[in-house]
């Protein structure tokens, strides 16, 4: 993943925890994977659209053979 994709990630995760805290909601993993979700529904710009999907992939990697998360082998698309 390139730093430019791990800095917009990160900044995405923030912006979606303070409009969490801000809605009144518990910033829980399932909330902000069902936020990012639907931020991404929402989302034109596609550096964003692309950070909103590895922000929700990196919170909820799909399991690998034997139920082991291998974050650091998930593709960077």
């Known amino acids: 993943m390139s730093d430019d994709l791990m800095h917009d990630m ?6 979606t925890v303070l409009q969490l805290i801000h809605e009144h909601q ?3 993993k399932n909330a902000l994977l069902a936020k990012l979700v639907w931020q991404a529904e929402q989302e034109e710009d596609e550096a964003r659209l692309l950070a909103l999907w590895q922000a929700r992939r ?3 990697p799909a399991k690998s053979r034997g139920s082991v998360h291998q974050l650091h082998n ?3 698309y």
């Open 58 to 60: 990196t919170l909820h």
């Open 74 to 76: 998930a593709p960077a």
């Open 26 to 28: 518990q910033p829980g």
């Open 10 to 15: 990160n900044r995405v995760i923030g912006e």
